[in-house]
């Protein structure tokens, strides 16, 4: 089997590429399962269940046939890894899947480009023997095979943005599917969103969160760091439950016939954090970074709408209501929006999310209308205001950490009141 894998590689590299050009652009998405042992980046796992996911279109199908054996690959316009406990990681090698009608197998290997090795067989199947790659297929499971992950003089490395992947020579129990057409939007690994906002004639203040897209849905990050007075228990489920009930249930993201949910995750921890916030047991108006124990003049009610509100600011996003940190382009208000009176979110709040989203599966989404039970809000407060979001600073002083590289601007506080 493996000096036949290589020659199928080789063979076709040198000969027996047809490009069978004229068909029209659709997308196909291939997915496998197994588990598997071996190392991501040096650091090792053991048993690990995965799945691959690579996508592909099927106008880049080519065939190969030498005579013993036939059938056809389509390399993969990008391929991703989840593998449970350490997270979803993009191929950097470029990979391909390929169905050999003979033997009725398919397996995902690297690229032409780049030898052609296979690295794992879905379970074989007779329905294989006759699969041209342009129809869906499986969900087929049995016994898969890892092998060749481990680089030698003949094949090189398989990277990922994490690094080297390896895995170790296994038969795990495997299963096999391709989905052609309209397929929904494959794992998308973590990427941290950062930025500035100018308002006030040169004010600015900095937001940082993660997205990322795991088993269809879009997960926001706002992991953060809680210092100063202890809140207790019930006051910070208050303000996690209100920023990730308040943010999530609304929207759901639409993309022709399927739908995700808008997942917020907001973590309390101690590292690896993109905010600060103080807390100080106190009544006052809270701020992007300082929190208070009492919410001054509205009460205690409002303290998960207040701190959705501020996760808004940690999001990238003005006050919309008369004298707060406004849009210096717009000088936008309104009431009943969670950004001017406490009010719910609007779909204006999501653009940059979904343009990340877009930006990464070039496909158009919209937002809809979540299907789950709206937030239990608590009534808008006309004329609700919060102090400008610290970690505001004038522009030169900005200008000079960022030259500095000093990004640890986060969590400093850094306030200049008008
Ligand atoms: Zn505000």
């Known amino acids: 089997m493996r000096s036949q894998c290589r020659v199928l590689g080789i063979v076709s590299l040198v000969v027996l590429i047809v490009f069978l050009g004229n068909a029209n652009a659709v997308n196909i998405t291939f997915t496998y399962e197994g588990i598997g042992s071996g190392t991501l980046g040096g650091s090792s796992f053991s048993d690990a269940a995965f799945t691959i996911t690579g996508m592909g279109d099927t106008v880049n199908r080519s065939s190969f046939d030498f005579g013993t054996s036939k059938g056809f690959s389509i390399d993969d316009n990008s391929a991703s890894i989840a593998i449970s406990g350490l997270g979803t990681f993009n191929f950097v090698t ?80 495997a299963t096999f599917q391709a989905t052609i057409g309209s397929a929904p939007i494959g794992n998308i690994p973590a990427e941290t969103i950062w930025g500035f906002r100018w308002y006030d004639d040169g004010m600015i203040f900095a937001y940082r969160y993660g997205l990322s897209f795991q088993n269809d849905q879009l997960i926001v990050d706002l992991p953060i760091k809680l210092t100063g007075d202890d809140p207790g228990d019930a006051l910070r489920n208050q303000w996690k439950q209100g920023i990730e009930g308040i943010w999530g249930n609304r929207y759901e993201i639409v993309d022709g016939p399927f739908t995700y949910p808008l997942l917020f995750k907001v973590d309390w921890v101690d590292s690896n954090y993109d905010y600060i916030v103080t807390v100080r047991n106190a009544t006052g108006r809270p701020d992007m970074l300082d929190w208070y124990t009492t919410v001054k003049g509205w009460g205690n009610n409002y303290q998960d709408e207040a701190a959705a509100h501020e996760a808004g600011h940690m999001l ?103």
């Open 94 to 173: 470029p990979t391909r899947t390929f169905v050999n009608n003979t033997y009725y197998g398919v397996g995902f290997s690297r690229a032409e480009s780049v030898g052609g090795t296979d690295l794992f067989y879905s379970p074989s199947a007779y329905a294989y023997g006759t699969w041209d790659m342009l129809s869906s297929i499986g969900p087929i499971s049995g016994t898969g095979r890892l092998l060749q992950w481990t680089p030698t003089p003949a094949y090189g490395p398989v990277n990922t943005n994490a690094g080297v992947l390896v895995f170790n020579d296994a038969f795990p129990p």
């Open 316 to 418: 990238g996003l003005y006050d919309e209501y008369p004298g707060g940190t406004l849009n210096p382009d717009t000088n936008f208000t309104t009431t009943n929006a969670l950004m001017a009176d406490l009010g719910p979110v609007q779909e204006r709040y999501y653009q940059d999310i979904l343009a990340w989203l877009e930006g990464e599966t070039n496909r158009d989404l919209s937002l809809a209308q979540a299907s789950v039970p709206p937030y239990p809000f608590d009534p808008p407060i006309q004329g609700f205001y919060d102090d400008p979001p610290p970690g505001a600073v004038p522009e030169p002083t900005t200008m000079l950490l960022l030259g500095s590289g000093l990004l640890g601007l986060w969590g400093a506080r850094r306030k200049f009141k008008k």
